[in-house]
């Protein structure tokens, strides 16, 4: 008996989400902005897979008056860490879309759930972590405090709005489009034990 | 009496009297537009329309100047020192004001001109000349600070200048205090035939503005005031006006007011050019500076050349005529199309408008009324075009609105009319309190001016703000020109003596103003990038502090090991990267001002303990909430101790380094 293979439209699908969740290093991820009276005109700073950019090193200027950590790429491994786990899913993603292994998908496709739980998990623990770990000898001392992860919130003179850049919706769109192959295929799955029966 | 001096006393008779009739007459006379206020009002938050740069006269500096607010916006040091920065104390700065004669740290700044592309102002760089020793600076419009200085050889009273061609290739120089040339000791009296005048060209590099003496032209020993040069048509040519043809050197008030007819230098630089080409020029080696800027290294640097081309208008026929011009001009101006030039000649009430096109023809008909050692006169009747008649009293300067008319400066009647260049009717005359000298209309003296205001800058203040004394800050005045009458809008007081202004839209200059330095790309030599490179290091009796300062601290802020005959070179970079955080450092006991260090800029501060103690040094502007803790201490101790060489700071604890 021939091995059971994932439907052509199928394998394009997955081929086609897995080459988007790739693109997803040409934006980036998240975005924070920051306002105050003496910053009409905004901070910014964005967060890539593999990078921070914008005005981060004023932004940690700022933040020593309250003892926050100095915010580098260099402080966390998720920089290192999540290129590689994109690539992978890329790679797995065409390796599946190749051979059409209809196992190897339903792998491919939780790996792709796990992926993206872990970002959103870590990225919050990563935010709760900087607002609880200030240094004591600030010369302001503040409370524990968890910048925000969607949404705007006020901290001292600074109103700081976080939103998902465009990066984070490519990577949701990568996902609609492997959810989309999971549906073909398993009607596809549907529609042959129809034929068999 | 002989005839001179009766002609003096009747002028200043009739100086006297309408001085009288014109403070009389100022209530009635004050006629301000009914929206006034509408039109000079700049809500907050909001900007100018136009950027006016005002030379400052005796004070050596450069006004930049907000309109129609009338609000200064910065004062840029250029042949001045300034206790607010440092500038012309830091070693960085002091090598842009070194000449033939030293460090010469003052001077009298009178003409700015804008770099011009096609005869229109394009906002790159502003020169400005100083008179008393002879030099044309560079401003740098992007950070408006001054970029380069160069030193004018074989002059004296460089007056007639800083003036632009129509495609920025050159900057005018001329000597307005004709001396021996090349200097000699000679007795004054034998002035005549001795002295003599320089009317020079600097060459301006089109890519970084690097300025170069290109060549001078001798001239007879007349006093050359003013410059312009010509556009579109006459876009080849300069215009020098000169008075004291009578070549006097003594009470030149009755002396040098003798002649009906003075003479306005008609240069042809291009001919120059050939001329140079052609090797029609002598090498001459008075010594000049020739100082500039290093924006990535943050650090002025200075040379003396030796060299410079000078052109004999024999050598060289066609370079150079005179046109005779009523009585002691003042100032040269050239119609926005390039087709008139007016001799404002202040002592005449009459003006005459020169036609470019009649020069050229009775230049090549040969139509001369002699010569001036050498230099060939042309004959007035040949180039008048017409003649402005009983325009006013002392007729100074003339700017253009870009809509055919003309508008003059009269010191002494006060008062500035407005004329039609193409005919010389008068249309218009408006009061200005008092004694109007420059005027300015943003691009007026260009081929496209912008001709919404006329500012007038006073030369009289008296009772025209709440009195300060005995000493009053010169008045400028906003008019609106944008209808048939001028409608007065604004007074202002102003820095310095402005000699003239230059404006400007804001659009094309505000969005490319630099708001920092790279910290990446500072090539000073002893710039420290982060906390990490901080050290002390000691080279015999100098000691190099290698300092940082970020909100808010300077690293180091211990410094123990320097000694009573130590010279400390404090080299304090701003690590910030935001935009107006600078810090400022000043040490206890010094004898030079504070540095103000702009975001990621090293300068240095020099400092001569004399005596043991421990010295405190602090930032001088208030940074943050945390600038009152943005101190330090620095030990001195006696010049025969064995002092620690430590320093702390930013949490660590170093020792120095001894070459």
Redesign the interface.
Known sequence: MTKVKMPLLGRVLVALSALVAISAFFFPLWHYYLEAPQYPEGLNMWIWLHKLTG?V??IN?LN??VGFMAITEEMYWEFKVLPALTVILTLWGLWVAFTGSLRAFWWWFGYYILYALFGLVDFYYRLWQFGHTVDPHA?IRIEGYVPPMFGEKQFMNFLIRSEPGPGFYVLVGGFLVALLALIVTWQAGKARQKAAA | MNKGRVRLAVLLALVAALSFVAVGARKVATKLAKDAAQKVYVPPGEYDEFYAFLSGGFNGQLSVVGLPSGRTLKNIAVFSVNPRNGYGFSPETKPLLMTSHGFVAWDDTHHPELSMTNGVPDGRWIFINANNTPRIARVDLKYMETAEIIEIPNSAGNHASSFVTYNTEYVTAGTRFSVPIPQRDIPIDQYKGNFKGTLSFIRVDPETGRMSLAFQILVPGYDYDLAHCGKGPSKDWCFFTSYNTEEAHTLLEINASQHDKDFIAAVNWKRAEECVKEGKYEVWNTPYAHNWYDEKKHMAFSEIVKEEKVIKPEQCPGVIYFLPTPKSPHGVDVSPDGRFIVGNGKLSATMAVFSFEKMLKAIEEKKFAGDAYGIPVLDYDSVVHHHVKNVCLGPLHTESDGKGYAYTTCFISSEIVKWKWETGEIVDRIPVYYSVGHLMIPGGDSAKPWGKYVLAMNKITKDRYLPTGPELNQSAQLIDITGDKMQLLLDFPTLGEPHYAQGIPASLIKDKQAKIYNLKENEHPYATKSEKEVKVVRKGNEVHVYMTA??SHFVPDNIEGVKVGDTVYFHVTNL???WDIPHGFAVYGDDDPNILIMPGQTLTLVWKPEKPGVYPFYCTDFC???HQ?MQGYVRVSPADANPPMIWRGGGKEGKWIVE
């Open positions: 005005q090193y004023i200027d020593h008056y010369p | 970020i909100r910030e990267q935001d943050s909430a945390l803790e």
